[in-house]
């Protein structure tokens, strides 16, 4: 077992949390995390948080249930702003851009970095107008033909298209739960975001259609950088390239998701990953 660095420390038990260890940063960030503090009132949620999104990459984040991990996840496009008495403080840059900068719109920062939530949440929309709301209220499409071109290659990216082609004008709410989060995540391809976020997207389908979801991760990776909230430790070996071990706030250990999950250097990695507790 490595030895653990030194730093703000919280206790977990007889085991002391130190600072993270493992390789948190990395050379082709998309997106840098740096001392990221999360407060709900006068309660603290996120602890000096520093940690990098690589590009092109699925970075899965893990831990116990309460660990602050999709707290963590609604940071990075502004989500939490709207929670009342949520206080968010460290620097989040994409691109060279701070995403907290007075002069940065949080609307049009939730185009460039997309989430799809835990339950699926189509509008009540049909499966056309799920998709094209976006475009629309964006103006990135100038004709009718264009936005038909949008809602048909977002729909063709999340493998839902040739299912639906011949009823996209039937309420996506008619749709299976695992058809409805792929509705849901060709709505946000749509805008042509960045990055998405995933908050836990499998946790309400069959195993079936979590399958058909992990493959969609698989292939959107290739041209986004993906971060995903998961309790499935299976799920995060299957799809994501890097792995983030969160733990009473605080950001355990990071790395590579394959030595993340066969040779971790945190003591409290290697028991969770064990099963020992979580």
């Known amino acids: 077992m490595n030895t653990v660095m030194t730093s703000e420390n919280l206790t977990s038990g007889d085991i002391v949390i130190n600072g993270s260890v493992g390789t948190p940063f990395c050379d082709d960030a998309k997106m840098s995390m740096r001392n990221v503090n999360v407060f709900y009132a006068e309660n603290q949620a996120i602890h000096d948080v520093s940690l990098d999104l690589a590009k092109n990459q699925v970075t899965a984040l893990i831990g116990p249930s309460g660990c602050g991990k999709s707290t963590f996840l609604r940071c990075i496009n502004r989500m939490n702003d709207l929670i009342p008495q949520c206080k968010v403080t460290g620097s989040f840059v994409m691109d060279g851009a701070e995403l907290y900068a007075k002069n940065m719109d949080p ?16 509008f009540p929309k ?23 071109e949008i809602v048909e290659t977002s729909l063709q990216k999340a493998g839902l298209f040739n299912e639906v082609k011949d009823r996209l004008d039937k309420p996506g709410t008619g749709l299976s739960g695992g058809q409805q989060q792929r509705l849901c995540i060709a709505r946000t391809i ?9 908050d836990e997207p499998a946790s309400a389908l069959d195993p079936i259609a979590t399958a058909v979801i992990e493959e969609l991760i698989s292939e959107l990776k290739e041209k986004y950088t993906i971060a995903i909230v998961t309790h499935s430790m299976q799920q995060a070996a299957r799809v ?21 999950f066969t040779n971790p250097s945190h003591q409290l990695t290697e028991n969770y990953i064990s099963g020992r507790f979580g």
Do not use: W
Not at 109 to 120: D, E, I, N, Y
Not at 128 to 139: D, L, M, Q, R, S
Not at 241 to 260: C, N, P, R, S, W
């Open 126 to 148: 049909s499966i056309y107008e799920n998709v094209a709301y976006g475009p629309k209220i964006h103006g990135l499409a100038t004709s009718k033909s264009e936005l038909d």
């Open 107 to 122: 609307v049009l920062l939730r185009a460039r970095v997309g989430m799809v939530f835990q339950k699926p949440n189509p």
């Open 190 to 198: 749509a805008v042509s975001p960045e990055v998405i976020l995933m």
């Open 240 to 260: 994501s390239q890097k792995t983030a071990y969160f733990h009473l706030g605080k950001l355990v250990e990071m790395g590579d998701t394959k030595q993340i």
